[in-house]
C-alpha cells in the first residue's frame, strides 16, 4: 500500500523530519526531487519564503504538496491560488487525492466547499479581498501563489499584490515559469515580513529544447514531424477559427494508422458527439487530430486531453491556452506566428508569452528533449517555396516576384525569433487598483482605518505619481461612502476614526459580487403576477425614459417601482425594436435579474445583436423605410434586454445606501430566459445565433445562471415556476455536459481515489429527473404553439411531417383571430399527460390546449412522448400525432 503523505509528514513534525518524510513520500511514488525541487523544499520546511522560478516541466506543483504537507505539520493554515476557477478546480481534486478530502477546501466565485479546511484552493481575488477584510489577523499562515505572472495583469494584478502588502504573518510561495527579474518583489517581500526570501531560479530544463524556424507550409512540416516520429505535436494558433480550420485542413493527410484509428475508435467506445461541432470533432480525433480551446465544452476538451495522454493522438490543433497549462505530452510545439491580436490592437509576442507556450513542449517522463517550431509569416513561407521550385536557374529565380508583407500587418521574421529565444521575460509591472469594496473591507476591520488605507495606498509596489493618484481616489472613494452613510467619522476621540453603519455579510465581495443587489432587486418583485398570468410590457422604443421615471418617482415616494410600473404600463403590443419587455412571468424575471449580474458573454450577445439588427432591416424593408432612416433606427436595436429601464433605476436607489455596488457594472441580458421563452434546446441555441466555435462558453454562462439562481435566491421567494425553470436549466446543462453540474454538485463529496477513465461518464437519464423532464415536454409542445401563432407551417410540417398542419392553421384561424403565446398559454395547467401505458408502449401520451382569445380552449394539440429515444438523446423527443378541434 502507498505510503501517505499524512503519515510521512505528521502534524508536529519538526523541519528536518517533514522534509525526510516528504522526500520518503516522493520516493514511496517513484518520484526523485530534481536539485531546484529539493532546494525549493528545504527552504519552505525551514520558514522561508520562496520565488520558484523555474521551467516548465520541473515540477512546480510537487513543490506546492511539499509546501501544503509543511505548513499542515506546522498546524498552519495554507491557501493556493490559480487564475482562473479551471485551474483551481483541478488543483482541489488533486490534492484531495493527496491529503483527502477533510483537509481541503474550494473557494471561488461561485463555488464554496469545506471553507474552513486546512488547505484552501481559490481563485487569487478571493484572497486578496480576504486579506483586505482581515490584514494583518487573517487566518493565513501560508500562500502558495501559482502562475504569479500575473501579477503584471493589467486588470487583475491587484490580486496578486495585495496578499504581499497585507499578509504580513503568512510564508509566500511564488511560482511561475516566467517571472523575469522579481528581485525588488522579493527584497520587499523580505521587508514586509522579516523573512528570508529564497530565488531558486536559473535552473536547465530536464527536458532540453530544441528550437528550428520553419520556411515551408505547415503541411510538409507536420508530414516532417510525424515521420520523424517528433509527435504528439501542438500546433498554436492565435484564434479559434484559424485552429479549427488547420485541423480540417490537416484530415486531407494521413496522421494516423489503420491500427491508430481502431485503436482510438475501440477507446471512445460510445461517448456522445451531440453537437455541431462534436460531430466535426469526431471525424477529426479517429483521424488522430485533436482541437482544443476554450470555446469547446469541457467533456470535449477533457476528452482530446485524455486521448493525447494516451498516446492515442498525434496532432492537436489549439490556441495559446496552452500557456495556461493543460494536462497533455507533448513533444513538439509549432508556434503559426509571432503576432496576436491582445483585444486591443495587434503586437509581436511578449518574451513571457514567447516562452510560456514554447516551454510546454518535452515533458519530463515522457521525452528526452522537446522541439519548438517557430513557422515564418505566409509571405515568406510562400517565397521560399517559390524560390525551391525555381531550384538553381537564375533566370527562374529573377522572375520570381517576392511577396511583401501586407500593410498595417504586424510582421516578424527569423530575426524576431531569435530575440525571443535569448529574451527573458519583462519584469513584472505592478498594477495596484483601489475601489469601493476594497476600502469597505479595510474599514470593515476596525482599529486605525486611516491608517491601514494609508499604507494599503503609499507602502505598494507602484512608481510614486501612481501612489498619489491611488490617494486621490480612494479621497474621492471615501467622500462617496460618507455622503452615502455607508461610513461615518467619530470625531469624539483624540483623533478622528472613522467606521461601517452597516453589517457585511461574512462573503462580501468573495462571491458573485452584485447579488446583494439581485436579492434586494427580487425583493420588489410580487410572485403573485405569475399565478394572475396577466401580462404588461414596458415599451421604451417610444418613450425611452418612461420606465426609468416610473422606477424614480416610485423610489422617492418610497413604494414599489415594480408596482407602479405595471400599474401604469400600457397592455398593447410592444415594438419590435423594444430594448427592455416584462412579462408578467415572476419566474422569468428573477431570472432576468440574475442574468443582468452575470458577465457578459460576449460572443452570444454580439450575435444575438446581429440577429436582432438582420430581423429589423428585413421588417423595414418591407414596411418601405428608406436607407438612411434604417441605418438610423438600427443603431437604437441592441440584444435583448429585459427589465433594462427598471433595473437600471432600481440599481441607481440601491447604489445610493450602498455605493461600492458601483465598482461592478449591471448588465441586463437575455440568455436563459430568451432559450426559455422561446422553448430552445442547446443546439438550437446554438445553430440560431451560429455559436458552434463558443459552445464552451455558451455552456459555462448557462452553467454560471444555474448556480447563481440556486445560490442567491432565497427559499420563500421561490415558486414552483421557479423550481420548474431552475429544475430545466440544471437538466439542460447536465445533459449537454454532465461535468460542470455533477462535478459542482459532488465537490462537498469528492472520491479520493477517481476512476481512471477516457471521458467523464453519460450523464444520468433525462427521466429521472421528472420535474425538468415535464418541463422539456410543455417546451416542446409549446414550442407548436409559437409557430402556430406564427404561422410557420413549412416549420411545423419539418417538425411533424406526419401532420397536415397548414390545413389545421387554416380551420383554427377560421374559428379565432390568433393563437395567444403570453404567460397563461404556457401554464402547466394547458398540458395534460397520459402515463397509463407507460410500462407498456414506452410511451406518454400529452395533449397541449391552445390558448384562443375567445377562452373557449377547443384546439388540442395531441402526441406522444417517446421515452426510450428521449432517454438516448439526452432530451425530451415528442411526435405530435394530430392537431384537433373538439
Partial sequence: MPLSLLDAVPRGADADSAYLGFVEWAEDRGLTLYPAQDEATIEIVSGSHVVLSTPTGTGKSLVAIAAHAACLARD??????????????????????????????????????????????????????????????????????????????????????????????????????????VTTIADDLERRTGRAVALVTGVERPVPLHFSYERRPVQDVLTRLLDGLEAPVYIVHFSQAAAMERAQALASIRVASREQRDAIAETIGGFRFTTSFGKTLSRLVRAGIGVHHAGMLPRYRRLVETLAQRGLLKVICGTDTLGVGINVPIRTVVITALSKYDGTRMRQLSAREFHQVAGRAG????????????????????????????????????????????????NWGEGSYERLIEAQPEPLVPHM????????????????????????????????????????????????????????????????????????????????????FALAAIGLLDPDDEAAGGPWRVQNSTDPAAAGSLAADAAEAGTDPWSSARAAAPTGSAPAARTSVGTGHYALDVVSIIESTLDDPRAILSQQEFKARGEAVAAMKRDGIEYDERMELLEAITYPKPLDELLAQTYEVFASSQPWVRDFELSPKSVVRDMFERALSFAELVNMYQLARSEGLVLRYLSDAYRAIRQTVPAEAQTESLHDLVAWLGELVRQVDSSLVDEWEALANPSADPEDVVVPPAPPSVLTNRRAFLVLVRNELFRRVQLAALQRDDELVELDPDVDWPTALDAYYDDHDEVLTGGAARSPRLVEIDETDAAASGLWRVEQIIDDPAGDHDWRIRGVVDLAASEEEGTAVVRVTEVVRL
Avoid at 392 to 407: F, G, H, L, Q
Avoid at 446 to 466: C, Q, T, Y
Fill in 76 to 181: 498552519g493554515r495554507s491557501y493556493y491560488t490559480a487564475p482562473i476557477k479551471a485551474l483551481v478546480s483541478e488543483k482541489f481534486f488533486a490534492l484531495v487525492e493527496v491529503f483527502g478530502a477533510e483537509n481541503v477546501g474550494m473557494v471561488t466565485g461561485d463555488s464554496s466547499v469545506n471553507p474552513d479546511a486546512p488547505i484552501v484552493c481559490c481563485t487569487a481575488e478571493i484572497l486578496a479581498n480576504l486579506a483586505l477584510r482581515h490584514g494583518v489577523d487573517a487566518d493565513v499562515d501560508q500562500v502558495v501563489m501559482d502562475e504569479f505572472h500575473y501579477y503584471g495583469d493589467p486588470e487583475r494584478g491587484w490580486a496578486w499584490q495585495v496578499p504581499l502588502l497585507t499578509l504580513p504573518r503568512a510564508q509566500f510561495i511564488l511560482m511561475s515559469a516566467t517571472l523575469g527579474d
Fill in 363 to 410: 515533458r519530463a517522463g515522457y521525452d528526452t528533449y522537446g522541439n519548438v517550431v517557430v513557422m515564418a509569416p505566409e509571405w515568406e513561407i510562400e517565397n521560399a517555396v517559390a524560390l525551391a521550385k525555381a531550384g538553381d536557374d537564375p533566370a527562374k529565380r529573377k522572375k520570381i516576384v517576392r511577396k511583401k508583407a501586407p500593410t498595417g500587418v504586424v
Fill in 433 to 516: 487598483q483601489l475601489t469601493a469594496a476594497m476600502l469597505i473591507n479595510v474599514i470593515a476591520r476596525g482599529g486605525d482605518a486611516f491608517a491601514e488605507v494609508r499604507s494599503l495606498v503609499f507602502d505598494n509596489h507602484e512608481p510614486r505619481a501612481r501612489r498619489y493618484e491611488l490617494a486621490r481616489r480612494a479621497i474621492a472613494i471615501f467622500r462617496t461612502l460618507v455622503t452615502a452613510g455607508v461610513v461615518e467619522i467619530d470625531r469624539s476621540g483624540p483623533r478622528p476614526s472613522i467606521r461601517l453603519t452597516v453589517d457585511l455579510q461574512p462573503n462580501f465581495a468573495l462571491n458573485q459580487p452584485l447579488s446583494p
